[in-house]
Each structure stands twice: as C-alpha cells, then as structure tokens.
C-alpha cells in the first residue's frame, strides 16, 4: 500500500496552495477566506520513482463549535490517525498563532512521524523566521513558499526520505483500468452521501446547507475486481451569476473534475425532479461529450404507495427535459442512506467505460459506410454528399472521422443520423459519439 501523506494546519497558512504544488496540478481550491476547504481532498503523487497518496485536509480551529466545524474536526483527526506522514504547516509571516501550539499539543498524542513546514518564506533573509518554530517541539523543519514555488521540490525529496517506500506494482499514478467516476448536481441532493455509502466511510462531509462541498473530493474503491476512483464535487448552482467567489472557485473545481472523469453521475433529488439546474449540467455534460448516468437519489423518502407515479413522472421529465441527451437510458433510482442501488451505479459505470473503450475494426467500418450509403444519402443543395471512408482515431468519447467531398453538405440531422447508426450498429447504446468530417483533398 501507498504511503499517506497528510497536510495538517490553521486556516489560510496555505495548505491548498501546497497541496497544488506537491502534485503540480491545480485541483483543490485557494481562496483567501477562512475555511474554504472543509473536506479532505486526496491524490496520488509520483516523485523520482517513489509514489504516495497525499490529503489537503481542512483549517484545524476547535473553538468554532457549530455543527458543521464540529464534524469537520472529527474528520481531521479520523486522517490524522491514519496518516503514515503529517506535514504540519505554519504561517511564516505571522509567527507562531495559538492554534499552532494547540494543534502540536494535540498531534504529539498520535505519536506520528511529522515534518514541520514554514511556508510564506519569500527570500534567505526570511528564513531566520523558521527558528521560532522550534518552540513547537519538532526538529524536523523546512521553510517553503507555495505561493513562489520556493522548495518544493526540496519538500518533495524530505517527504521521500521520511517515509517506508514499498514499491507496489499494483499502485498506479495512472492506472488505465481504474474508472474514474464523477458525481454532480446541485446542492443537498446528497453527492456527499453517494460517495460515503460508497467508501463505507466519511469522507466527504454532508452537511444540510449549500455548499457544504466546495472542493472535488476523490475516493479510491474496488468493486468485483474493478478499481473506481469517485469523485465527489461542489454543487452547482443555476444563476448565471455567481453569488460569490467561494461559488465560482467551486464551479471551477467542478469543471475540471468533470474534464478529468471518464463517466459522470447526474445526481437528482427524488423529491425535486429534474429541473433547470439538471437541464443546465445535462447541456455541459453534452457539450463536453461526456457519459452519463442519471441518478435519482434519497429514493427511501418516496413513500412505496407514490413511487410508481413518480418514477412515471421522472422518466417523462428526462424524456421531454433531457432529450438532447436522448442516448442516455433509463434513471438509476438509489438511496444513499439504505445503500439501495447503489452497487448498480458501479456496474453500469463499467458497462459504460467498456462501450467507450471500445476499438472497432476498420473492415467493420468499411462495410458500415456502405450500409449507410444504401440506408440513407444525403442531398443539399441539389448536391450529393459522398462518404469515401471512415475511421476511429479517439476513444471517450468514441471519435469517428467521416472523409467527405464536401463538408458544407453535412447537415445536423444527417450527423446525427451517423451517430445513431454507428450507435447501433456497434452497440454503443448509451454513450455519446463525436463525428468528424474531413474534405476528401
């Protein structure tokens, strides 16, 4: 197994922006409000030929004793107690804060392997400040700056060197059958109990309150032999202006999740219905050609005397509200709470990812264009479309290049007419198909 890595801190001492640095993507959310990241968010990080899972955890305040800080904090020390590494991050230019000293009082019980980070160090005159830190106890310190990028590659080299790598062939950064599966919808439709109920653990807070979720959160599961990575993120909302810029950081986020996904989960409330906020995520979701599986959850509030007229109402609703996503098939109906369903989400995620993968043979598509020429030709303008060849150059979504004389003769019917046919002749029932038309030179 991989080692596990875990940012600890206050808030805004730049854990996120640390985070980012370490795995060199920019995934979890900075911002300079207090309390963005409420979740933990985790990856996995390649450095020099070693590999570990590194987790951005949440500000550790324990004096905000709300409902929601209160599971925050349970969450936080649920990683800790986990973690093979804590990385402890300071504020530089503030010097050491209470909450600093109350959070080293509380790691030393967990008796953890701890480096600490003085991060906000901007130049080698700056780097006097580290000594102050030493107050805290731990005489394992480095001085960084996320922010500039300073020392991170020197961090990355510390965390190797305190660690027990194992070399694994089974953990991959990159793992081509690992399916990565990405829930989305608005906000309170329970994307953060799907992934629990799923992980069989918190790892994603749930909380009733918009956008409890800010940042995309992923969680590693295996099912009959097959390896998901479930990303759970931020609710996106149906103005088109942003009511903040914690609103607008989280589409963000969501945005690159869905680009980074390979089948993506349009989550319902089964007491809501699909309404504009579906229609506005479906047409995204359509744009970007991307898999999709609509699921209806918090099934168990639908009384059993309701749920016939309500499945009826919701399959009409997808029918006349989502039928530009007409390949789509049936709704999956599943409760987060019961666990109903929901290894079914699983399955037809694999059932999906296979049809996207799927590699068709040019002799087969050979024959298919001579099919479609006797099925169907296409005239505009007085003029014939010709189809001299086709061929697939992309898979996810499966990408298929139509050789034309004429490109301006295509028509969207007629494209769509191609999708269809290449959708049933190969049985790629329920994912989307990206048609291409090149001029024959």
Known sequence: MLQKVVLIGRCNVGK??????????????TNKYHGTTVDSN????????????????AGYDPNIRDTLSIDILKQLYNTIQKADLLLFLVDGKFGIHTLDIQLAKKVRTYNKNIILIVNKIDTKQDEVKQYEFYNLGFNNIITISAEHNININRLLDKICDSINYQSDTNDKIEDINVTKIVL?????????SIINALANENKSITYNKFYTTR?????????????????DTAGISHNSKMDSSMQFLSLLSTNYAIEQGHIIILVVNALDGIGATEIKIARLLFNKKKPIIIVVNKWDLINNEHKFITTKLLLNQKLNKLKFIHWVDNILFVSAKTKYNLH???????????????QIKQSELDQCV?????????????KTLVIKNCIQVASLPPT????????ELVHYSYKRFLENYLRKQFKLN?????CIFKKIS
């Open 16 to 29: 996120s922006t640390t985070f980012n640095k370490l795995i060199k993507k920019r995934i979890a959310i």
């Open 42 to 57: 985790e990856l996995n990080v390649s450095w020099k030929n070693k590999q570990f899972i590194i987790t951005d955890t």
């Open 184 to 192: 989305v919808g608005k906000s309170n439709v329970g994307k953060s």
């Open 215 to 231: 940042d995309s959160i992923k969680v590693s599961i295996i099912y009959q032999h097959h390896k998901y990575l479930v990303t």
């Open 344 to 358: 079914k989400l699983l399955i037809k995620s694999k059932v999906l990812i296979e049809q996207c993968l799927k």
């Open 370 to 382: 001579l099919n479609i020429i006797k099925t169907q030709i296409c005239i505009s303008k007085g």
């Open 400 to 407: 298929f290049v139509f050789f034309v004389n004429n490109i």
């Open 430 to 434: 329920c994912v989307p198909i990206l």
